[in-house]
């Protein structure tokens, strides 16, 4: 995993994003994302917690987080039904995230 974010720390922001969204997002990185609040908008210019940070650089609308776990929650539905497994959060933010926001 570490090759998906050489020379992109600001994907590794954006997937913890979806993570949190789809509401997978563990105490400890949440806590570690809190802690690097004043770094993350140093480097950014921009104020707010992490995931403002998110949202004002992505330009994301209103609700994104929220429309992002309508995603999980339908297709989670649809996976479980067609594989008998819960889906993998990970996975499902990859590819949510390189589908939608080609980096």
């Given at each position: ?6 020379g992109?720390?600001f ?23 809190a ?10 210019g921009?104020?707010?917690?992490w995931r ?7 330009k ?11 995603v999980?929650?339908k297709?989670r539905l649809?996976f ?24």
């Amino acid at each position: 995993m570490s090759d998906r974010y050489s020379g992109k720390p600001f994907l590794k922001l954006l997937d913890a994003y979806v993570v949190d969204a789809i509401g997978h997002m563990d105490g400890a990185t949440e806590l570690e994302l809190a802690a690097m609040e004043p770094q993350m908008r140093g480097a950014l210019g921009l104020s707010g917690d992490w995931r403002s940070l998110v949202e004002q650089r992505m330009k994301f609308p209103a609700g994104m987080s929220g429309a992002i776990r309508e995603v999980w929650d339908k297709g989670r539905l649809k996976f479980i039904a067609g594989n008998g497994r819960e889906p993998d959060p990970l996975e499902f933010t990859i590819h949510f995230v390189d589908t939608n926001f080609p980096h």
